[in-house]
RNA sequence: GUGGCCGUAGCUCAGUUGGUUAGAGCGCCAGGUUGUGGCCCUGGAGGUCGGGGGUUCAAGUCCCCUCGGUCACCCCA
């Protein structure tokens, strides 16, 4: 046990799990600068009443998650819990031209009991599309969310949709709602017996049997849309059948958030055991940028879990291929020269090249490319030093053991040779 | 915030009703092979037994507290 460790609730991500850590935020990457969006970054703490304005007072998240702190300034801060309500503050503080597309990797914090795929710390990337109401935009983003997880390996989730309404037809079904509840106070569990009238909606998304009871009766939310945001919804859904995307419409999807009018969404890895199954989630919502003193502006994003994602990988058994090994391992037995520059000359054509320290025996350095997982070893011996030539011995694979002397100046073709027949192209995998 | 289980080497773990210098496997280092990895053999390094307090002639072992891990509730990514 070191004196030091890492904070309750946060981990280091080392080799060989942030090989696959990277390569999850490339991908992400790729489909986003495919799809328009640009990358944004934005400050990892916050005016904490950027994110009480807009999360909600009530949410579980700003009550009790958040880590709040003053500064030596005497500002009161907090650390992004989430992601969009800094991008939606950078939004109304540069007013971009609209549609402004974006997309982010960051952190977020939640002081919350750690488990399985669960942490203090953990790792979103998301994406905020801000200045159309088109339902096509829902559309995009959650088919964005799809296939990045596709890209992934990861096939086996499920899609739920649901709409809030808007500010036109949701305020009347809350009405409803708390009509319906105040009639059956008495049935619900204990804490929302307590709690039910200062966020009603939330009993919706009870798992408590007695909760359930109630919300089996209870006025549904998708009855309750206007006409706008029945449109709207609709379109999404057919939007969603275009795209082949498979959807679950689920009345009870309220997620934690206030700030979300009509589309939310959730997609839920069917691979996981653990009770943390949510891979990724958000919606619309189209009174943000308002709330935090900006024009009226309509906006759609979702934030996705990486740590999530890789849990959802590794039970699926995706990205097992991303190790983070070299190509070729560089063995030097003429005091260091060889090393110094055919590492270079191996990297410089874009072949990933490790070597060994220390001037170490013949033995330790292969046993060192060996563990490396290198497919070739590059050896440079006191003859190869005087001939001006290598001895390349592959590794790995059928050809393990064979070798051959080369001249020095056809190492990197020959070398890239050797690592197609392994199927493995030089510079490994992203 | 609530509850269950668990903390012994880098990792996975054993350690008897409390009893001498705390062990194994894997990993690591070196040698067996003065230029050849993986397999094998030999040797070596590596431990405040999570931390503190208590009981006892004696604590890895029993008691209390604390810290940490893990799983679940809650909530979410």
Known sequence: MSTFQAPTGTRDVVAPESARFAAVVGRFAERARLAGFGLVVSPMFEDVAVFRRTAGEESDVVKDEMYEFDDKGGRRLALRPEGTASVVRAFVQHRPPVPWKAWYVTPAFRYERPQAGRYRQHHQVGVELLGTPDPAADVECIGLLAGFLHA??????????????DANCMPGYKATLVDYLSAHEGELCEEHRARWRRNPLRVLDCKKPACATVRERAPRLS??????????????????????????????????????????????SLALDAAQNALGGGGRYDGLAEQLGGPATPGVGFGCGIERVLLAA?????????????????????????????????RAAGISADRAFDGRSLKAQLKAADRSGARLACIVGP????????????????????????????????????????????????
């Open 152 to 165: 992934c390996g990861i096939h086996r989730f499920e899609l739920k949709v649901n709409s809030m309404g």
């Open 223 to 268: 009855g309750a849309l206007c006409d706008p945001c029945r449109h709207h919804f609709d379109a999404v859904l057919s939007g969603l059948d275009a795209l082949g995307l498979a959807w679950r419409q689920d009345d009870t999807l309220v997620r934690g958030f206030d700030y979300y009018t009509r589309t939310t969404f959730e997609l839920g």
């Open 314 to 346: 590794a039970a699926e058994g995706a990205l097992s291929e991303v190790t983070g090994r070299v190509d070729a391992f560089v063995i030097d037995l003429s005091g260091g020269a060889g090393a110094l520059e055919l590492t270079s000359r191996l």
């Open 383 to 430: 003859d190869e030093l005087a001939a001006g030539t290598v001895t390349v011995r592959v590794l790995t694979g059928q050809q393990a053991g064979q070798q051959e002397t080369i001249d020095r100046e056809a190492l990197v073709g020959r070398g890239k040779e050797l690592l197609a027949v392994a199927g493995r192209p030089a510079g490994g995998t992203p």
